[in-house]
C-alpha cells in the first residue's frame, strides 16, 4: 500500500515541480524583456528606467548595440553650439528622428539610434526632440513602444529645464498608463516646483499604487 500511494502522489509533485519550473521560467522572460536599469540611478528607486544605450530584450544586440554598450546621453548646454559627434546620424536625408527609429530592427537598435541622436544635437534640438516623442505614435508592437516611450521619458527627465517639468507633469495624469506615471513621479521627486501637482495626485488620485508613489516623491522632493 505505501508503494501504491507513493505512486499516487510522484505524477502530482512531478506535475507541480514543472508547473513551478514553467512559472519561473515567464518570470525570467518578462524581466529580460524589460531594459536595464541605469547603474547611475537613484539608490532606493525601484522604478526609475534611466535605460543604458542599446539595452533591449535580452540585452545588448547586433553590432551597433555592442558599439554603444555602455553608452550614456552627453547632451549639449543650452547655447553651446556644440557639433555633431563622429558617427552620429548627421545625413538630413535620413529622415526626422521619428523616421529613424522606425527604420530600426528592434528596440534595442532604436535605443541605439536614440541616444546617437541625442549626442550628436544641442540641448534644445534634444528637449524639442524629446517631448514630440512622448507623444508620438512609436514603432514596434504595443509592449516595444512602450518600453521604447519609457525610455523617452527617462532621457527626457534628465534635462534641467521647465519645460522638462511640464512635461513629467503631463504623464502624471490620470489618462496616461500607470508605468508612464509611476516612473514621471520618479523623475519629478528632485523637483521642487511640481511639488503641488505631485501632491494632488497623493491626495486624490484613483490608483493607490499612483498614490503612494505621489506620496514617495513629496518624501523626496527638495
Given at each position: 500500500?505505501?508503494?501504491?500511494?507513493?505512486?499516487?502522489?510522484?505524477?502530482?509533485?512531478?506535475?507541480?515541480?514543472?508547473?513551478?519550473?514553467?512559472?519561473?521560467?515567464?518570470c525570467a522572460l518578462e524581466v529580460?524583456?524589460?531594459?536595464?536599469?541605469?547603474?547611475?540611478?537613484?539608490?532606493?528607486?525601484?522604478?526609475?528606467?534611466?535605460?543604458?544605450?542599446?539595452?533591449?530584450?535580452?540585452?545588448?544586440?547586433?553590432?551597433?548595440?555592442?558599439?554603444?554598450?555602455?553608452?550614456?546621453?552627453?547632451?549639449?548646454?543650452?547655447?553651446?553650439?556644440?557639433?555633431?559627434?563622429?558617427?552620429?546620424?548627421?545625413?538630413?536625408?535620413?529622415?526626422?528622428?521619428?523616421?529613424?527609429?522606425?527604420?530600426?530592427?528592434?528596440?534595442?537598435?532604436?535605443?541605439?539610434?536614440?541616444?546617437?541622436?541625442?549626442?550628436?544635437?544641442?540641448?534644445d534640438q534634444a528637449l524639442d526632440?524629446?517631448?514630440?516623442?512622448?507623444?508620438?505614435?512609436?514603432?514596434?508592437?504595443?509592449?516595444?513602444?512602450?518600453?521604447?516611450?519609457?525610455?523617452?521619458?527617462?532621457?527626457?527627465?534628465?534635462?534641467?529645464?521647465?519645460?522638462?517639468?511640464?512635461?513629467?507633469?503631463?504623464?502624471?495624469?490620470?489618462?496616461?498608463?500607470?508605468?508612464?506615471?509611476?516612473?514621471?513621479?520618479?523623475?519629478?521627486?528632485?523637483?521642487?516646483?511640481?511639488?503641488?501637482?505631485?501632491?494632488?495626485?497623493?491626495?486624490?488620485?484613483?490608483?493607490?499604487?499612483?498614490?503612494?508613489?505621489?506620496?514617495?516623491?513629496?518624501?523626496?522632493?527638495?
Amino acid at each position: 500500500m505505501k508503494v501504491v500511494t507513493f505512486r499516487r502522489w510522484l505524477l502530482p509533485a512531478s506535475g507541480l515541480s514543472l508547473a513551478l519550473a514553467g512559472v519561473v521560467y515567464l518570470c525570467a522572460l518578462e524581466v529580460s524583456e524589460w531594459p536595464a536599469a541605469d547603474p547611475g540611478a537613484a539608490q532606493g528607486s525601484p522604478t526609475l528606467a534611466c535605460l543604458d544605450a542599446g539595452a533591449g530584450p535580452g540585452g545588448p544586440q547586433g553590432p551597433a548595440a555592442a558599439r554603444a554598450r555602455g553608452a550614456r546621453i552627453r547632451v549639449a548646454a543650452p547655447g553651446s553650439g556644440a557639433g555633431r559627434a563622429a558617427g552620429a546620424h548627421t545625413d538630413p536625408a535620413q529622415g526626422d528622428l521619428l523616421t529613424q527609429l522606425r527604420h530600426g530592427a528592434d528596440l534595442a537598435d532604436r535605443l541605439v539610434i536614440l541616444d546617437d541622436h541625442l549626442r550628436s544635437v544641442s540641448f534644445d534640438q534634444a528637449l524639442d526632440d524629446l517631448e514630440r516623442l512622448v507623444e508620438a505614435g512609436l514603432p514596434g508592437g504595443f509592449s516595444e513602444a512602450e518600453q521604447l516611450r519609457l525610455a523617452v521619458i527617462s532621457r527626457l527627465g534628465r534635462l534641467d529645464d521647465p519645460r522638462v517639468e511640464r512635461a513629467l507633469v503631463d504623464r502624471i495624469q490620470p489618462r496616461i498608463p500607470r508605468p508612464q506615471r509611476l516612473l514621471a513621479l520618479e523623475l519629478l521627486a528632485p523637483r521642487y516646483a511640481a511639488r503641488g501637482a505631485i501632491h494632488a495626485v497623493a491626495e486624490h488620485d484613483a490608483d493607490p499604487v499612483v498614490r503612494e508613489k505621489a506620496r514617495w516623491a513629496l518624501r523626496k522632493t527638495r
